[in-house]
């Protein structure tokens, strides 16, 4: 949002999210698709699309390609196929989100009181897994963040040839800030949408695990838990002793340029998370899972 290229794009066409009922959501459980290919299906956006690439198609509305991001838009794919036979549909896979599903039902399994949502997992990372390969087979093109989710997409549609497209940031919009005053109270810092489901459970499991640790030999440490809409589980955690829930900043870089330490303690997830990129830019340490970190060619104690 802070740099959309507005003066190079011909159109930008906006379409609120749907809002599904729980009855709807309830539904879409008995169909053979996942949970996800559901989410964002909305007649605004389909008779958007239609306008777009059917009824105004004239010479110059001829699309050489035409680009889908993420798996939540697929189902968008034969729609453009049959308004645009001649454009070449490149598929862009943001995550493996089977493979997301997966490592959720494996961090729930271990806590009794996430069964149900384990559960949920367990149902539907099948469903994904076929989806995801399904979606492989109508692009023409499939692009993706890291070797090993290219490695992952290939096990899963044999002869496919995904091309990877690394993740990157504007340098120029990431100063390297200095090194923090080493007298002040260490302060631990973790960034992202807090009512996504791998965020959520990186700081239930952070401060509940991890940080009583780091209390217990630095009792002023500090976790700042920086980002918008946080959900209620993240709401509670302000009440453990050094934790503080900022919920939505105008700016998070001020953030985690001051960390001492930029944490990313996430147990779900696939593709490469972007917030590292932003402390690697910004100069802060950063204390991390091998899943949190995956998709950077990075070593402990050589970076």
């Given at each position: 949002?802070?740099?959309?290229?507005?003066?190079?794009?011909?159109?930008?066409i906006?379409?609120?999210?749907?809002?599904?009922?729980?009855?709807?959501?309830l539904?879409?459980?008995?169909?053979?698709?996942?949970?996800?290919?559901?989410?964002?299906?909305?007649?605004?956006?389909?008779?958007?699309?239609r306008?777009?690439?059917?009824?105004?198609?004239?010479?110059?509305t001829?699309?050489?390609?035409v680009?889908?991001?993420?798996?939540?838009?697929?189902?968008?794919?034969?729609?453009?196929r049959?308004?645009?036979?001649?454009?070449?549909?490149?598929?862009?896979?943001?995550?493996v989100e089977?493979?997301?599903?997966?490592?959720?039902?494996?961090?729930?399994?271990?806590?009794?009181?996430?069964?149900?949502?384990?559960?949920?997992?367990?149902?539907?990372?099948?469903?994904?897994?076929r989806?995801?390969?399904?979606?492989?087979?109508?692009?023409?093109?499939?692009?993706?963040?890291?070797?090993?989710?290219?490695?992952?997409?290939r096990?899963?549609?044999?002869?496919?040839?995904?091309?990877?497209?690394?993740?990157?940031?504007?340098?120029d919009?990431?100063?390297?800030s200095?090194p923090?005053?080493?007298?002040?109270?260490?302060?631990?810092v973790?960034?992202?949408?807090?009512d996504?489901?791998?965020?959520?459970?990186?700081?239930?499991?952070?401060v509940?695990?991890i940080?009583?640790?780091?209390?217990?030999a630095?009792?002023?440490?500090?976790?700042?838990?920086?980002?918008?809409?946080?959900?209620?589980r993240v709401?509670?955690?302000?009440?453990?002793?050094g934790?503080?829930?900022?919920?939505?900043?105008?700016d998070t870089?001020?953030?985690?340029?001051?960390?001492?330490?930029?944490v990313?303690?996430?147990r779900?997830?696939?593709?490469?998370?972007?917030?590292?990129l932003?402390?690697?830019?910004?100069g802060?340490?950063?204390?991390?899972?091998?899943l949190?970190?995956?998709?950077?060619?990075?070593?402990?104690?050589r970076?």
């Open positions: 949002n802070r740099g959309l290229p507005r003066d190079l794009l011909r159109d930008v906006l379409i609120p999210p749907p809002r599904r009922s729980t009855a709807a959501r539904r879409q459980q008995l169909s053979p698709l996942p949970d996800l290919a559901h989410r964002l299906r909305s007649p605004a956006w389909e008779a958007a699309l306008q777009l690439l059917g009824e105004r198609r004239r010479e110059d001829r699309f050489d390609n680009q889908v991001e993420g798996l939540e838009l697929a189902w968008n794919l034969p729609l453009v049959a308004l645009q036979p001649q454009a070449r549909l490149i598929y862009d896979a943001h995550n089977y493979q997301l599903q997966r490592t959720a039902f494996a961090a729930d399994l271990r806590r009794p009181a996430r069964w149900p949502a384990a559960l949920y997992s367990l149902s539907q990372w099948p469903r994904l897994r989806y995801e390969a399904e979606t492989c087979r109508r692009a023409d093109a499939v692009a993706c963040v890291s070797e090993q989710d290219a490695d992952t997409l096990a899963l549609s044999p002869g496919l040839r995904p091309v990877v497209v690394p993740n990157g940031l504007d340098l919009e990431y100063p390297f200095p923090i005053e080493r007298d002040r109270p260490p302060r631990l973790f960034t992202g949408k807090m996504y489901r791998p965020n959520v459970d990186a700081v239930e499991w952070f509940g695990e940080f009583p640790l780091v209390r217990a630095r009792p002023d440490a500090e976790f700042h838990i920086v980002g918008q809409q946080p959900e209620r709401t509670a955690l302000g009440a453990s002793p934790v503080r829930v900022l919920g939505a900043v105008p870089r001020p953030h985690i340029a001051g960390a001492g330490v930029y990313a303690p996430l779900m997830g696939g593709g490469s998370r972007f917030k590292l932003e402390a690697f830019a910004l802060a340490p950063v204390v991390s899972t091998p949190g970190a995956a998709g950077f060619p990075v070593a402990d104690e970076e």
